[in-house]
């Protein structure tokens, strides 16, 4: 439903700007659509940090003495056989 508004509410706005002419139209229109990336962008930082501060830090050390640990493993499996 708010798909369907969302259209009719901007051929509403698209043929409004028409009306005003291809110059003060399309700067309304610039203006319109890149306000709303901005928007965009900033959300899109701001849920960024949000998860960043949430989700758990890697460890690099732990990882790479577990990586070491498994090849060391896997290592002597194959001398043994």
């Known amino acids: 439903m708010y798909l369907l508004l969302s259209i009719v509410l901007s051929g ?11 110059e003060i139209g399309g700067v309304i229109a610039f203006a319109i659509i890149a306000g709303c ?3 965009g962008i900033y959300l ?3 849920l960024h940090q949000r998860i960043s501060k949430i989700a758990p830090k890697k460890d690099k050390v732990k990882d790479a003495y577990e990586d070491y640990m498994k090849e060391k493993a896997k290592r002597e ?3 043994s056989l």
Not at 12 to 22: C, E, K, R, S, T
């Open 37 to 39: 990336l901005f928007r």
């Open 44 to 46: 899109l930082n701001d």
């Open 77 to 79: 499996e194959n001398e």
């Open 12 to 22: 509403l706005l698209g043929a409004f700007l028409l009306m005003l002419g291809p």
